[in-house]
């Protein structure tokens, strides 16, 4: 448990004094707390976890490959499945899958690709003469680092629409020259 999640809880313990508690600050069966019979061998433990302290669910986004200031789990909802296979030389192993929904915190953020998108539809495509001959020039664009800054270079959405219809105004030069 987090240190600032510990001060919350000592804070608002459910105490007769604490009259700011009411009767409703935490959820039926939710208050925490750690229950354990050793007769049994069974446990339950209950634990509360402040909104903006998502620690378990930041470390697996980030343990996936995601980026916890951009991502976040739908819900704070991971499933759980669990499992027994045979795997080489007849060893029974437990297996375990987790599944979430992910979401991008600032989905609005795609906004800017959108724009690319529309400026890109409005350029009329070039005209192709039906000439036909024994060469042919080949322009190929790849790799083009979309959103990299390099050199002190802008590339916003105007500039990529640039770069783009100068690479092209380039190409026609090269073919005519050649």
Known sequence: MTEKAKKIIKKKQEVKHNQELGNNYYPSGWKPRIEYDYETNAGELTHV???DDNFKFNSLLESWGYDSKEFYIEEDRIRFSTWQTQIKGGEIVDMYAFKAIIKKR?????KFFRKLERQIEKKKPIKVSQDTGELAYMFFCADWQFGKEEYGADWGVDSTIDYIRNAIVKAKREI???
């Open 106 to 110: 600032n989905p609005h953020h795609n």
């Open 49 to 51: 976890q402040p909104h």
């Open 176 to 178: 005519k020259n050649l």
